[in-house]
């Protein structure tokens, strides 16, 4: 019956037919040929739509056997090896390895996408506002616990703050070409900050004289050039950074000193907290935009009014002061405190540099947060000494 079924192949369009479907021409034939070198039991020789499934072998003795079932030939036929067959290892190994290589996944196997570690969310304010409260936090712990616990500690404090402060400078600075002697700068920082604590505020400005002194002559080792330009980038480290941080050392060194220094840090606090509140809510009309952009005169008025009311607070329950001298205290606190931001962010712009450092999460480096402080410590300073003076 196979025999009477097969197509003739003599006739044109028996021909065309076996191309269309894939069965029977020359070229089907020799793709016969190839399959026969593969193993019997493959699972894709069994596969709907092969070009040998569903076709019965004239070759074979059991191609005439419909109903799936293997006669013994199959079965010895099913142990025996490739090179029993006469067929090479290599090349059944690379059929398989390639058709394993085009077939997809398995519908049960999970496909694992690649996880993208979450950048930290930053405030609309474009900062890490969780670093930055921790950060804050740590550094207010340690400045309370050195006042009240052994209050010669702040002294150490300070000095420490001062000598980070004084190593970003020098680097920001030299970004421009000018390259400030740092040892004689962190020499005169401790000089300053000691004569300050044990000998008042003449003491703090004979200290600037010398750390300039001091500066001078050391420079003049490594030649004429640039010494102008150097030495005015020292005096400028010099008393911006050491001189005005003398003053927090001189508020605390009267028997209140510690309520002092704490009554000034927190009327810093709340004009960079009440700005930077208004600011974000409300912030339109911008102060400064070529030196600072995000800092608006909504921003500056919600500083200044956050800063004379907890302050007048303040000096009433802390301070046993007038509450109207807390008012005063807190807008001239303020207004400092903007400008010593505005001033930094004008030298930072200057020099071509985003923050001082990355020392501080969430802030930055140091000089980042002393900005205000070291403008508000003399204000400070003056204002309480003129509304509450210290016996000498």
């Not at 980042?368 to 204002?383: E, G, K, V, W």
């Given at each position: 019956?196979?025999?009477?079924?097969?197509?003739?192949?003599?006739?044109p369009?028996?021909?065309?037919?076996?191309?269309?479907?894939?069965?029977?021409?020359?070229?089907?034939?020799?793709?016969?040929?190839?399959?026969?070198a593969?193993?019997?039991?493959?699972?894709?020789?069994?596969?709907?739509?092969?070009?040998?499934?569903?076709?019965?072998?004239s070759?074979h003795?059991d191609?005439?056997?419909?109903?799936?079932?293997?006669?013994?030939?199959?079965?010895?036929?099913?142990?025996?090896?490739?090179?029993d067959?006469?067929?090479?290892?290599?090349?059944?190994g690379?059929?398989?390895?390639?058709?394993?290589?085009?077939?997809?996944?398995?519908?049960?196997?999970?496909?694992?996408?690649?996880?993208?570690?979450?950048?930290?969310?930053k405030?609309?304010?474009?900062r890490?506002?969780?670093?930055?409260?921790?950060?804050?936090?740590t550094?207010?712990?340690?400045?309370?616990?050195?006042?009240?616990?052994?209050?010669p500690?702040?002294?150490g404090?300070?000095?420490?703050?001062?000598?980070?402060?004084?190593?970003e400078m020098v680097?920001?600075?030299?970004?421009?070409?000018?390259?400030?002697?740092?040892?004689?700068?962190?020499?005169?920082?401790?000089?300053?900050?000691?004569?300050?604590?044990?000998?008042?505020?003449?003491?703090?400005?004979?200290?600037?004289?010398?750390?300039?002194?001091?500066?001078?002559?050391?420079?003049i080792?490594?030649?004429?050039?640039?010494?102008?330009?150097?030495?005015?980038?020292?005096?400028?480290?010099?008393?911006?950074?050491p001189?005005?941080?003398?003053?927090?050392?001189?508020?605390?060194?009267?028997?209140?000193?510690?309520?002092?220094?704490?009554?000034?840090?927190?009327?810093?606090?709340?004009?960079?907290?009440?700005?930077?509140v208004?600011?974000?809510?409300?912030?339109k009309?911008?102060?400064?935009?070529?030196?600072?952009?995000?800092?608006?005169w909504?921003g500056f008025?919600?500083?200044?009014?956050?800063t004379?009311?907890?302050?007048?607070?303040?000096f009433?329950?802390v301070?046993?002061?007038?509450?109207?001298?807390?008012?005063?205290f807190?807008?001239?606190?303020?207004?400092?405190?903007?400008v010593g931001?505005l001033?930094e962010?004008?030298?930072?712009?200057?020099?071509?540099?985003?923050d001082?450092?990355?020392?501080?999460?969430?802030?930055?480096?140091?000089m980042?947060?002393?900005?205000?402080?070291?403008?508000?410590?003399?204000?400070?300073?003056?204002?309480l000494?003129?509304?509450?003076?210290v016996s000498?």
């Open positions: 019956m196979a025999q009477l079924n097969a197509p003739d192949w003599s006739d369009d028996d021909r065309r037919a076996g191309h269309r479907d894939g069965t029977g021409d020359p070229a089907g034939r020799r793709s016969g040929a190839r399959h026969t593969v193993d019997p039991d493959d699972a894709d020789s069994e596969a709907p739509g092969h070009p040998d499934s569903g076709r019965a072998d070759n003795p191609s005439s056997r419909s109903d799936g079932s293997r006669s013994d030939s199959d079965r010895a036929d099913s142990g025996r090896t490739d090179s067959r006469g067929v090479s290892p290599g090349r059944t690379r059929r398989r390895a390639d058709r394993s290589t085009d077939e997809a996944p398995d519908a049960g196997t999970p496909v694992v996408s690649p996880v993208v570690a979450p950048e930290p969310k405030s609309r304010a474009g890490n506002l969780p670093a930055a409260i921790g950060v804050g936090l550094l207010g712990a340690v400045v309370i616990v050195s006042l009240f616990v052994w209050r500690a702040f002294l404090v300070v000095t420490l703050a001062v000598g980070i402060g004084i190593w680097r920001a600075v030299e970004h421009q070409g000018p390259r400030a002697p740092l040892l004689p700068l962190l020499a005169g920082a401790v000089v300053m900050e000691a004569l300050a604590w044990y000998d008042g505020a003449e003491a703090l400005i004979l200290g600037l004289i010398l750390t300039v002194l001091a500066t001078m002559v050391w420079r080792a490594d030649g004429v050039a640039g010494y102008q330009r150097d030495i005015t980038a020292a005096v400028l480290v010099a008393g911006y950074v001189f005005l941080a003398g003053f927090a050392v001189l508020l605390a060194r009267p028997d209140d000193g510690g309520l002092r220094v704490i009554v000034t840090l927190a009327a810093v606090v709340l004009s960079d907290t009440g700005g930077y208004a600011g974000v809510f409300f912030g009309r911008p102060m400064a935009p070529t030196v600072s952009p995000k800092k608006s909504e008025a919600g500083s200044v009014l956050s004379a009311a907890g302050s007048a607070l303040l009433l329950f301070l046993d002061l007038a509450w109207w001298q807390g008012l005063i807190g807008a001239v606190v303020s207004v400092v405190c903007v931001d001033g962010s004008l030298i930072k712009r200057d020099l071509g540099v985003k001082m450092s990355n020392l501080l999460p969430g802030h930055g480096g140091l980042d947060r002393l900005d205000s402080i070291l403008f508000a410590a003399p204000t400070a300073f003056l204002l000494t003129a509304f509450s003076p000498s």
